[in-house]
């Protein structure tokens, strides 16, 4: 039986997601798959290995001991600076092991990682990117483009067939980590916009944690917007069946699943027109896409969605089709079960 390494930070995230799927995929096809956190577990998962982490060469020394120890076939890491400290410990571990590194994010890399990541090219044997743009943007950080392959990240998608909840007020959602990557304040002040300069009856539904989060409430509490724009508690599924338009003010991304579930429940889509974004929102096609950081762009695309029940259906019906033929489960365990059959 192989044995594969599956390394990732501990923390709850799309990439975590990614990374347990094909795990426990693989699992079920014959591989021995050993599930390796870094830091920490804050997930409910059991039967996961955290490698503890006071310092980044406490991480590196542990992890290359285990390496040595456990003699895996095979490392697949998710995820920026998880790669980095990894291949490092694969040094440190002196031992011949193929190596798949996952990247997710457009990530900002320094110019030491960069220097770093250019340097363990020769231990990485795949880069595999979930969208063109995650991949663009790792290629000029200095590796070796040929390694490079795009897999799309895929989900359950008749697990989002779900019913919408009545409403008499056409209702707005966005459900993401509170943060100035996401950007729910532009969000916030097209809908305000809406309100206050067009007298429309529109709300917003908000959901997630995060840094700016207080702020952001502040700002509604603060400009009276309470009755119209609120932050709920949950999960995905209990947003989205709230609303009619879904929107990603988001300044970058690798590929937003959140956008792929929101099709998968047939909910239209305004988005930033950012890479990996745009690889799943077409513009005019399976939704629309806005400049970012613009209110009034954004004000002005919500009201078309909202005043055109015929556009909304069209977006909705052409992006369901397309996330069933680009995005679903098993079309990204397979190109993940072919690449490692070559491997191993």
């Not at 050993?34 to 804050?42: E, L, M, Q, S, V």
């Not at 996961?48 to 020394?61: E, G, P, Q």
């Not at 002005?300 to 909304?312: F, G, P, Q, T, V």
Request: glycine content about 4%; aromatic content about 10%; proline content about 2%.
């Amino acid at each position: 039986m192989k044995k594969i390494l599956s390394i990732v930070s501990g923390n709850p995230s799309g990439s975590l997601n990614i990374a347990i799927d094909i795990s426990n995929y693989l699992k079920t096809k014959g591989y021995e798959v050993i599930d390796i956190f870094r830091k920490y577990n804050n997930t409910d998962l059991k039967g996961i290995i955290v490698i503890k982490d006071k310092f980044t060469i406490d991480y590196i020394l542990s992890l290359g001991e285990f390496i040595r120890h456990s003699k895996p076939d095979l490392i697949i890491v998710h995820g920026y600076s998880t790669h980095i400290w990894t291949k490092l410990a694969l040094v440190y571990a002196k031992i011949p092991v193929k190596l798949i590194h996952v990247e997710h994010n457009t990530e900002k890399y320094t110019a030491f990682r960069r220097y770093l990541t250019q340097k363990l090219d020769k231990y990485t044997d795949k880069y595999i990117c979930v969208s063109k743009g995650v991949a663009n943007h790792l290629i000029k950080q200095g590796i070796d483009k040929s390694k490079v392959e795009v897999i799309y990240n895929g989900i359950d998608i008749q697990s989002f067939d779900l019913a919408k909840e009545k409403h008499d007020i056409f209702t707005v959602g966005m459900v993401a980590r509170f943060s100035k990557q996401k950007d729910q304040m532009t969000l916030i002040k097209a809908i305000e916009y809406l309100i206050k300069e067009k007298n429309e009856k529109i709300n917003l539904l908000l959901m997630g944690i995060g840094k700016t989060r207080k702020k952001c409430e502040k700002y509604i509490s603060e400009h009276n917007l309470d009755n119209n724009i609120k932050i709920i508690e949950g999960n995905f599924k209990d947003l989205i069946v709230k609303t009619d338009l879904f929107v990603l003010a988001t300044h970058y991304e690798g590929l937003p699943l959140v956008l792929c579930e929101a099709m998968a429940s047939k909910t239209p889509i305004i988005a930033t027109d950012v890479p990996g974004v745009n690889e799943i929102v077409l513009n005019e096609k399976t939704g629309l896409l806005v400049k970012e950081n613009e209110v009034s762009d954004l004000a002005n695309n919500i009201l078309r969605m909202k005043n055109d029940e015929n556009i909304r259906e069209f977006f909705s019906e052409k992006a369901y089709r397309f996330i069933n033929e680009e995005f679903n489960l098993e079309l990204m365990y397979k190109n993940y079960e072919r690449r490692i059959k070559e491997f191993l």
